[in-house]
């Protein structure tokens, strides 16, 4: 910039970008909420706002944000993430010149990658978009159908059976809410470190149906203290899903791997590749 001015316009280094992405990795944890880090609801909100994404209009993705609506942010399958975005917004506060599709996005990859994930590839360049912009309701999965709305739902965004079963793992993390997805308890014993125990768990655990008043899912009959939901037990009663459900439970690097790549793809989705403020995504450090 001519004589060194600094501009609102200034372009932003990866070193700004890594500043954020420290800043988000600083305040996950948490103590009293959950398993005591925020690092599960963060990477689901990564996750809503990208896996909206409808390849034949080319709508939907992580391009605008627009869970920020109440329409969108109101939607059944976002309840519960206002606590991920209500903690987004204390790194807006810091960082104001970050859009909100760039900020969502790299607290996904923090998440991530802070609890022991692999690197996921990410780039800036992500605009805000307007109401107009949001995406109807009934786009992301519903936990109660099986292999076909799976693959219905997922195939929409480009993604192959091998991608499903590869983001799925992300169950590794995190639990359901009884007042947000009606869901209860973690997936695993872990629930806030990144690892392939969901595959080893979903195959080599004895899974009964859980008796309760909620929605129908599944509980371990050692211990009865972890879940799965019926679109879970779908990657083992699918002949396809399954082999590579037992690939991942054996091997932990080929997951990391191929969840790193889908998950980079995930969070690009809707985003015109002229926007991206660079060619090849970066990898971004830990904190
Ligand atoms: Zn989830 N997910 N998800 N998911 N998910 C929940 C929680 C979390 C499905 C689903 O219905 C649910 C992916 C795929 C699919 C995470 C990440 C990713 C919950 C519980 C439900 C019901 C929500 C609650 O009550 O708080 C379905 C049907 C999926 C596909 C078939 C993909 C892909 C993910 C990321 C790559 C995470 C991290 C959580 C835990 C959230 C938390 O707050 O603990």
């Known amino acids: 910039q001519e004589g060194g001015a600094v501009s609102a316009t200034t372009e932003k280094t990866k070193e700004d970008y890594q500043k954020v992405y420290n800043a988000i990795a600083e305040g996950l944890d948490k103590e009293g909420y959950d398993d005591g880090s925020l690092a599960p609801v963060v990477l689901r909100l990564a996750w809503h706002s990208s896996g909206t994404y409808d390849k034949e209009t080319k709508t939907g993705g992580s391009n605008y944000a627009t869970m920020r609506f109440p329409a969108e942010g109101g939607h059944g399958a976002n309840a519960g993430l206002i606590v991920a975005r209500d903690y987004m917004e204390t790194i807006k506060k810091q ?3 970050i859009s909100y599709g760039d900020l969502w996005t790299l607290g996904g990859v923090v998440a991530v990658q802070e609890t022991g994930g692999p690197t996921i590839p990410w780039r800036p360049g992500r605009i805000d978009g307007f109401e107009i912009n949001q995406t109807p309701d009934g786009r992301l999965p519903d936990a109660s159908q099986g292999a076909k709305h799976i693959r219905d739902i997922f195939y929409r965004m480009g993604f192959n059976d091998r991608d499903i079963v590869a983001l ?3 169950h590794a993390l995190g639990r359901g809410h009884t007042d947000r997805s009606g869901y209860d308890g973690p997936w695993t014993f872990s629930p806030v470190s990144f690892s392939n125990s969901f595959y080893d768990l979903l195959l080599n655990d004895a899974w009964q149906w859980r008796k309760w008043k909620g929605p129908a899912q599944y ?4 211990t009865k ?8 037990m779908a990657l083992i009663t699918d002949p396809k899903f399954k082999p590579i459900v037992q690939e991942y439970a054996k091997d932990e690097e080929a997951f990391f791997r191929d969840f790193a790549k889908a998950f980079g793809t995930m969070i690009e989705l809707g985003v015109p590749v002229e926007q991206f403020k660079t ?3 970066w990898n971004m450090d830990t904190a």
């Open 225 to 232: 203290s972890l879940m799965m939901l019926p679109t879970d």
């Open 219 to 222: 509980e371990d009959k050692k």
């Open 279 to 281: 060619k090849e995504p």
């Open 95 to 97: 960082f104001p010149w």
């Open 168 to 170: 799925s793992g992300a």
